[in-house]
């Protein structure tokens, strides 16, 4: 079972960051394209990277996940409504989630663990901020997005290694290489 989940979370991952890195300096009709699959992709990944992450009681991690998906709806209708903005509710509600699962994920972590104790749970703290605000921030269009993913896979690689998951830890480091492309790319097309 957790070798399947180790297929289904890191694949669906994986194949997120190589369609969202292949979407940067391409016409826009097909960026369009490609990024609708890699947010559906994406949400598709959810449940067995929460089943994994819960198995491991990385709860940080775990809440950011499941926290994570209305920014990843907001990034779904972002892409699928183009070129319209995001509607300010739908942006609010994933704000809301975003840092609603930060207090919980964090708040339940040093209740179980009596603070912060492990370096599990700082691997979480990196994993926690690169995937929550790296959703965000490219669910808006903000390339920074992708600098806050290289702290996420780099810290989940990290983890997953310490846990003995060596299908994720690969994921995770062939996906940080999709990652840098990704920047790369779009500062062609969207400079800071």
Known sequence: ??????????????????????????????KRKLKLYAWVIYIVGVPAWVVILLSEQNWIAASIEAGGVPSMCLGLYTVYQYPKAPGSILDKVASFFTYGSIFLGVGYSLLDYGGITSFSQVLEMGVMLGFLLGSYLLA??????????????????ILMLTQQKPLLTAQQIISLGFVIYGFRASRKTNPL
Do not use: C, H, P
């Not at 808006?140 to 690689?157: E, P, T």
């Open 140 to 157: 808006k269009n903000n390339r920074i997005g992708w600098l806050f993913f290289m702290l996420m896979n780099a810290s989940m690689a």
């Open 1 to 30: 079972m957790d070798t399947a989940l180790q297929v289904w979370g890191g694949g669906s991952y994986l194949l997120n960051k190589i369609l969202f890195a292949l979407a940067e300096g391409k016409k826009q009709d097909i």
